[in-house]
């Protein structure tokens, strides 16, 4: 089974600032299968980023996604007060054929 | 435009049963996989398996074979998540979620179910 780990666990930042998330994977992951969801209080998960670094329909040009193997980042250019929320990475593989990490949470300092 | 919706949240007492559904829209139901994906409270995300749509083949993720049970209506381009024997550590919310290619592009709105007696 594939495991992430995301890190850090929680990141405090003000708008305006840039966000650098973290998703390692505990063998190597097909970037074509690796993607970032937002999931804001009592709303469902939002797809951002799939194939690793292609921002999903909507999604504004200050998210982006990079890395390959089992190193990936999501880095947020400059936090809008909307961005705070929980931040998922996703992979598709080998059985089982999905995991998520879990999570990191990204609040306002 | 594509939308999943499903039904609304439920109150269960243990040991019984619920069937949640995801009505989807806006998009060919059988050109996609269905996936269930569950959120227990305060916690991460949790991939429960998936069903092909067009064949009706279910395939559950670890932890979530037995009790758990996919189906499908395509007449009214619906997915069904059964589960049965209820317990307290079910209460969760539950989501579907269409795939493309490995990942979730829409999602429902999840639909909360309630185990306490």
């Known amino acids: 089974e594939i495991v992430l780990t995301q890190s850090p666990g929680t990141l405090s930042l003000s708008p305006g600032e840039r966000a650098t998330l973290s998703c390692r994977a505990s063998?190597?992951?097909?970037?074509?299968?690796l993607a970032w969801y937002q999931q804001k209080p009592g709303q469902a998960p939002r797809l951002l980023i799939y194939?690793?670094?292609s921002r999903a329909t909507g999604i504004p040009d200050r998210f982006s996604g990079s890395g390959s193997g089992t190193d990936f980042t999501l880095t947020i250019s400059r936090l809008e007060p909307e961005d705070f929320a929980v931040y998922y990475c996703?992979?598709?593989?080998?059985?089982?054929?999905?995991?998520f990490g879990q999570g990191t949470r990204l609040e306002i300092k | 435009q594509v939308q999943l919706v499903q039904s609304g949240s439920e109150l269960k007492k243990p040991g019984a049963s619920v069937k949640v559904s995801c009505k989807a829209s806006g998009y060919t139901f059988t050109s996609y996989a269905m996936n269930w994906v569950r959120q227990a409270p305060g916690q991460g995300l949790e991939w429960m398996g998936w069903?092909?749509?067009?064949?009706?083949?279910?395939t559950y993720a670890q932890g979530f074979t037995g009790r758990f049970v996919f189906s499908l209506d395509t007449s009214v381009s619906t997915a069904y998540l059964q589960i049965s024997s209820l317990k307290a550590e079910d209460t969760a919310v539950y989501y579907c979620?269409?795939?493309?290619?490995?990942?979730?592009?829409?999602w429902g709105q999840g639909t909360l179910v309630t185990v306490s007696s």
């Open positions: 063998q190597s992951v097909s970037s074509s299968y």
């Open positions: 979620a269409r795939e493309t290619l490995g990942d979730f592009d829409y």
């Open positions: 996703q992979q598709y593989g080998s059985s089982p054929q999905i995991t």
């Open positions: 069903i092909n749509t067009n064949t009706g083949n279910p």
């Open positions: 194939g690793a670094s």
